[in-house]
């Protein structure tokens, strides 16, 4: 392997690892819901895509920038109380399955309330963030998605200080460790959910801006979901460590994987692969990397 | 159904029950084979029957694997797909292939790719599995776009149907595909009613109400799963051949997508998991409300799936 | 609130088609399964708008087509194949069809046996099949303009005379970057034809749908430096490529965007990254052409314009859907020519589909000048060697580059033939000969 | 010389640890082989442990259970009890040790194989078909016996439909000897818990098994509930020559049901022997008043 080869090798690896962060940044959302609630919220995607389109409809219409984030920040947790409280509320003590077929509905819904509110434009969104690359030893990266990857750090470095030092925090922990035994010391289990909606709400709209820097936005948008099961899967979902390493290993892998195997195959193997990978991963440990292994209860 | 017939034996025989259930029969026939092709107008066999003759028929193999036997699979379309492009094959490479040979060998396929996109369900539960049969979703449809032979390497990538006869009787006007998919919908419905009232039946649901109980009293868990996901893709991927073949006739892999398998998700969730009926009046209403819907339809049948699940 | 309006205006659309049927007019009917909802509606609204914009004007302008009215009603699909299907059921038993236009290649697919049966033009502008070219096989199917083998050879030729010339391929490195689909796949055997014909080096890359993604293919494409790179995106797919050829350094002036990836829609989410970039097209965009000007003036300025954002008149979609109203309307008017100044059936303006024949003169006279070159169809050319031009995006709007470029139609006839009749032997459909294409089925 | 001190100590651990292997098996199995062979030992434990997380759930657990008999196995909240039966069924798999089941020797039980080798079980949390009616509940207890393949049960052929004849007339049989005949036609999710609790026995008896292990079958019940099951569990011993191992939190019921009585405290067995003996054993008063006594008040 000669010395561009390697280059090329790292160049493809960190552009990876780098997407691997964005990808997590839409599975975070789900593991917050996941964790306290045991639902796979399937309208993470939409949610994604209903923050994107709220803040860049707004902009549009001439309101500054950081008040069009306050609006739709407040837009997104009313959003999330709502489908807790109308959605999931009702549906408590059901199946997960049936929990999750619900989101499955709701994420159409959202899709189709999106497009009644905002209406079907396909509209570009301009953070400011200049996309040149620059060049560090011979190697191009995207000063957009390093600045991205470090929002997605300084988000989760949030989240975890949110959930490490203030008292909802423990109580969201002491809720995802064992939720009858939080109720039984007298947790308000839909404070709770309220609060962890809201969490997911701002995650969305994070990862809405994000991606709808760089994708625009459309319709489409809600579609990353399908990047982030597999993150979910590979990683667990409950656990946001998880989501993170998820990402990192999915994202890398399935960059080398287009690059070095497409060729063999024809390409265009990236719709897939990272599904194969992760289903390879589970079959040695079915619950995730970061998954708690669980004692069956009989 | 023979024990049936033994609990029928030792209860008093309900005549009227009997004869209500052989009235329905013979109205359901007279429907289907007599007033439909006689006075159906074109819209309601073209637009209306036929594709919900196919889509009620993947929502029955769906609801045998994720009613009866709890494998919740988002994958459906994938081995719709199977179906269809394997008939189309099986018809365009074999001279003479009778048309129900053709169906079935489509449907064996189908159950071969459920068997092997099925295995991780012996390892995997819950969402992990959910998750996992979204490979097959995006493997199929990468492979037939990927392999040119499998659309005979039509530039488009597409398939077209072809001739449609039965012991030389042409079944391609419109009446003649709705004959063909209502014989095959009922036929395939009725051995499904058969099965899940039969010992492999009540295995599937021990499984899915309590894998580790059915486990100890030696219910074969692994082989009834994977019996679940063959019979189940058996029958999806038949519905993939009436879905190309008497209803759209040309088709390209981009039709079986990941919407088409949420779609038939969501018929058997309103129309009740674990139930045979449902899957057949959900699909009817949603058409029928359909020109009325607004948005999406999605939304819409998701709307009605939240519904049905709150009450 | 966008999508109310449009309801009303769908109410308005049919009530207007009830009430001319109430007093018996001549009048010629478009069935138009739009998509006004749903991911795609960007591009439904854009072609629907327009087309309907043109059959607005020729009703109130000219009082119809020689005193024939025009009338429409839309069925909204979503692009969903079911529900084109279910639009087709519903509106094809109305008096008076004369083609539908689905702008959906899924839905087109599930067409093409049941217009063949019901005998009525479907007419693909830009898209669909390849083959249903040769209307020796597909008698009712027209995909006007620009075929997806016509595209690729135009896109080439494109290339040369940047270049200086076909013989300055030599040499050349281009890499065309496709869509996961059959649609992506589907020039893959021309472009190696032609790259074997001028002797350019060729890589195809494929990026898998939806396209959001597509780091790996951009550093394997910069790894190459190659001269050009074509894309053949749809959908999110081309936006993401212009952002991340940027992020990889790939100057946006050396890419060409196909007909699917030259709208509006497609660069304008790439902001910046999209600023030099260049798309074929078989009509320029812009509204300084005197029918886009008529249409301003005469339908918007009476009230009656379909877009709802009158800053997207003039877009690529919207000037599609003029340009295939001006193809529709033409063809009526030249089957009046032969059969009568009333309302045709199907099977009569496919007659006049087939000899569909704008020269520049007579575009001119239509105040297409500019607007699209010309049309030659004939009863076994269903395409009508459509002319291409290129436009490049300046980051507000697009401009044309380039002159009207003739793609190879030569070269390509023989491989369309191939597949056509492959088809034709599959489904055992006897070829056509021109007497049969002479043979009209009049009520 | 660090390095080869190092590896003379591993190396000496290492022996001593395989030494002690070697003696400890040798007399495990030759213990076990003694007791699986003769023919009145269903059921021999020997040495069994196993740990979760790194807490020792049982250690060195020497259990056999005689034909014919109804052993009990008792010991406060967390003794162990529950993992022991999950040994036996193959739910869990232990650390150490070895399970003989009618003269067939495991270290891991295979549970898909259980109710072949002749051991039927119920659950201490219920673990029914809630789908299935209580007589579809019961005849699944037989679908070890089943032979016919799904196709024949479609077609409705011969085969299918004389198992199917059979495994209802050995439901019927079972529905009347735990008169569950006025319930037998309803869904199995819709009846009372104790009703419940008997369906589940009525699944394991129809297997006709060897060995049957019964988790807590009469936790949560009524009094009237208890005695009504005690009667079921002795009847069933008398009636059908079921060998049974009762796991139970009441003390009372037990001591009057069992032949012989094991007692776990803290994963050991602290005691073994007839009821008398048992509640004579200091050890056992020691671990009751120790542990018990505040929460449950279980009188000795």
């Known amino acids: 392997m000669s010395y561009y080869d390697f280059l090329f090798v790292i160049e493809v690896l960190v552009g990876g690892l780098l997407s691997g962060v964005m990808y997590s940044l839409v599975a975070i959302g789900f593991v917050l819901i996941y964790k306290t609630s045991g639902v796979l919220n399937f309208a993470q995607g939409s949610m994604v895509l209903f923050a994107a389109l709220t803040f860049v409809s707004l902009v549009e219409r001439g309101i500054p920038f950081a008040l069009s984030l306050l609006i739709t920040f407040a837009v997104m947790v009313a959003l999330g109380f709502t489908i807790e409280r109308t959605v999931l509320r009702p549906l408590v003590n059901r199946s997960p399955m049936t929990l999750f077929m619900a989101t499955l509905g709701l994420s159409y819904i959202i899709e189709g309330a999106a497009q009644l509110i905002w209406g079907t434009q396909v509209h570009g969104l301009d953070l400011g963030i200049d996309d040149t690359p620059f060049e560090v030893g011979g190697i191009l990266i995207s000063s957009f998605d390093l600045l991205a990857a470090a929002i997605a750090a300084a988000m989760v470095a949030g989240l975890s200080a949110f959930f490490y030092w203030t008292r909802i925090g423990l109580a969201f922990r002491a809720v995802a460790d064992d939720q009858f035994a939080a109720l039984a010391v007298g947790l308000r289990l839909p404070r709770i959910w309220g609060t962890v909606w809201t969490a997911a709400g701002f995650v969305a709209l994070v990862a809405g801006l994000l991606w709808g820097a760089r994708l625009g936005v459309r319709f489409s948008l809600s579609l990353i979901v399908l990047k982030a099961l597999p993150v979910l899967v590979l990683g667990a979902f409950d656990s946001i460590l998880g989501a993170i390493v998820g990402g990192l290993i999915i994202g890398a892998s399935e960059k080398l994987a287009e690059v070095y195997l497409g060729p063999f195959v024809g390409g265009g193997i990236e719709g897939w692969f990272a599904y194969a990978l992760a289903l390879v991963v589970l079959l040695v440990r079915p619950s995730g990397l970061f998954g708690q292994k669980t004692v069956e209860r009989v | ?311 | 609130m966008t999508f109310f309006s449009h309801l009303r205006k769908a109410a308005i659309a049919t009530a207007f088609v009830l009430g001319a049927t109430a007093v018996h007019a001549e009048e010629q009917y478009f069935p138009l399964q739009s998509y006004r909802v749903g991911p795609y509606a960007a591009g439904g609204t854009g072609f629907f708008g327009g087309f309907i914009d043109y059959l607005n004007l020729i009703n109130i302008r000219d009082g119809g087509v020689n005193g024939a009215k025009l009338a429409w009603s839309e069925g909204e699909t979503q692009y969903e194949v079911e529900k084109g299907v279910e639009v087709y059921e519903r509106l094809k038993s109305n008096p008076g069809i004369a083609a539908w236009n689905p702008l959906s290649v899924g839905i087109a697919y599930a067409m093409i046996d049941r217009i063949t049966d019901d005998k009525v033009p479907l007419i693909t502008i830009n898209h669909g099949r390849t083959d249903t070219t040769d209307g020796r096989v597909f008698p009712y199917v027209f995909p006007l303009l620009l075929n997806p083998y016509s595209e690729t050879s135009g896109i080439v030729n494109y290339i040369a005379s940047k270049e200086g010339g076909l013989d300055k391929l030599k040499g050349k490195n281009i890499v065309v970057l496709y869509h996961g689909s059959p649609y992506g796949k589907e020039t893959i055997p021309i472009y190696e034809l032609l790259s074997q014909k001028y002797g350019f080096e060729l890589s195809q890359i494929e990026v898998p749908h939806p396209g959001n993604e597509q780091q790996a293919q951009w550093l394997t494409i910069r790894r190459e430096h190659p001269d050009y790179v074509v894309l053949r995106g749809w959908g999110v797919m081309n936006p993401v490529a212009l952002k991340t050829a940027q992020k990889t350094g790939f100057p946006a002036d050396h890419i060409i965007g196909n007909v699917w990836s030259n709208s509006e829609e497609d660069v304008i989410p790439a902001g910046d990254a999209a600023k030099g970039y260049t798309a074929i097209t078989t009509q320029a965009s812009g509204e300084r052409y005197p029918v886009v000007q008529e249409i301003v003036k005469t339908v918007y300025g009476d009230g009656k314009g379909n877009l709802e954002d009158n800053s997207r008149i003039g877009s690529v979609y919207h000037n599609l859907g003029i340009v295939n109203g001006i193809l529709n309307v033409e063809a009526v008017r030249i089957a009046q020519a032969k059969f009568g100044n009333r309302t045709l059936t199907g099977d009569e303006v496919r007659w006049g589909f087939e000899h569909l024949k704008l020269d520049p003169a007579r575009v001119e006279a239509l105040g297409a000048k500019d607007l699209f070159h010309s049309i030659n169809v004939s009863w076994d050319n269903h395409e009508g060697d459509g002319y291409v031009t290129f436009q490049q995006w300046d980051g507000k709007k697009w401009n044309v580059v380039s002159d009207w470029i003739a793609p190879d139609w030569k070269l390509l006839r023989p491989i369309i033939e191939k597949s056509s009749e492959a088809y034709a032997k599959e489904k055992g459909i006897k070829i056509r000969t021109a007497e049969d294409a002479d043979a009209v089925v009049s009520n | 010389m660090i390095g080869a001190s190092l590896g003379a100590a591993a190396y000496e651990r290492a022996s001593e640890i395989s030494a002690i292997l070697a003696v400890a098996n040798p007399v495990g199995d030759r213990r076990l082989a003694r007791l699986s062979s003769r023919p009145d030992v269903v059921l021999a434990l020997s040495g069994i442990g196993i740990s979760f997380g790194g807490v020792k759930a049982l250690s060195d657990v020497d259990l056999e259970v005689e034909v014919g008999e109804i052993r009990a196995v008792i010991g406060p909240n967390g003794a162990g009890k529950s993992s022991l039966i999950n040994i036996i069924s193959g739910l869990y798999h232990a650390d150490r040790g070895r399970i003989a089941i009618g003269g067939q020797s495991f270290s891991r039980v295979p549970a898909s194989r259980l109710a072949r080798l002749g051991v039927a079980r119920t659950f201490q949390n219920l673990a029914l078909f809630g789908g299935l009616s209580v007589r579809n509940n019961i005849a699944c207890g037989r679908v070890h016996t089943r032979r016919a393949s799904f196709v024949e049960h479609i077609a409705g052929l011969p085969r299918a439909r004389s198992e199917d004849a059979g495994i209802a007339e050995k439901t019927d049989q079972i529905v009347a000897f735990l008169h569950l005949e006025s319930v037998a036609d309803r869904l199995v999710a819709t009846l009372p818990y104790g009703l419940q609790k008997r369906v589940e026995l009525a699944r394991a008896l129809v297997a006709e098994p060897k060995l049957l292990l019964l988790d807590e079958p009469m936790a949560g019940m009524t009094a009237t509930e208890k005695a009504e099951m005690a009667g079921f569990v002795r009847a069933a011993r008398d009636r059908h020559g079921v060998t049974i191992i009762l796991i139970e939190h009441d003390i009372g019921v037990v001591m009057g049901l069992s032949d012989r009585v094991a007692v776990l405290d803290y994963g050991r067995k602290i005691a073994d022997g007839t009821p008398a003996e048992v509640r004579a054993d200091p050890a056992v008063i020691r671990a009751y008043i120790g542990t018990a006594e505040g929460e449950n008040g279980e009188d000795i």
């Open chain 2, 1 to 311: 159904m023979a024990v049936q017939a033994l609990d029928a034996a030792r209860l008093p025989v309900d005549w009227a029950k009997l004869v209500q259930k052989l009235a329905l029969a013979t109205a359901l026939f007279v429907v289907a084979y007599g007033v439909v092709p006689a006075y159906a107008s074109g819209y309601l066999v073209e637009a209306i029957l036929l594709p919900f003759l196919a889509l009620s028929l993947a929502a029955v193999g769906l609801n045998l694997l994720t009613g009866y036997c709890g494998q919740l699979s988002l994958g459906s379309s994938a081995f719709m797909a199977v179906g269809a492009f394997g008939a189309y094959n099986f018809n365009l490479r074999v001279e003479g292939l009778p048309l129900a040979v053709t169906m079935i060998l489509a449907g064996i396929s189908a159950a071969g790719f459920g068997v092997v996109f099925g295995l991780p369900s012996l390892r995997l539960r819950g969402f992990y599995l959910a998750v996992s049969t979204l490979a097959a979703q995006f493997f199929v449809q990468w492979a037939l776009t990927k392999f040119g032979w499998f659309s005979n390497d039509n530039p488009s990538g597409v398939i077209s149907a072809p001739h449609l006869a039965v012991a030389g009787l042409s079944l391609d006007s419109a009446t003649g595909r709705y004959l063909l998919s209502v014989t095959t919908v009922m036929v395939l419905t009725a051995l499904v009613w058969r099965l899940v009232n039969s010992a492999t039946g009540r295995n599937f649901i021990a499984v899915r109400d309590n894998e580790t109980a059915a486990r100890v009293i030696g219910v074969p868990v692994l082989r009834t799963k994977l019996l679940a996901f063959a019979i189940s893709s058996f029958i999806i991927g038949i519905a993939g051949v009436l879905w190309a073949f008497t209803y759209l006739r040309t088709v390209e892999p981009a039709g079986f997508n990941l919407d088409r398998s949420f779609q038939i998700l969501f018929i058997i969730i309103i129309g009740g998991l674990a139930s045979i009926r449902g899957a057949f009046w959900v699909r009817r209403s949603s058409l029928s409300s359909r020109s009325f819907c607004p948005g999406s339809a999605h939304s819409c049948s998701a709307a009605c799936s939240i519904r049905a699940f709150s009450t």
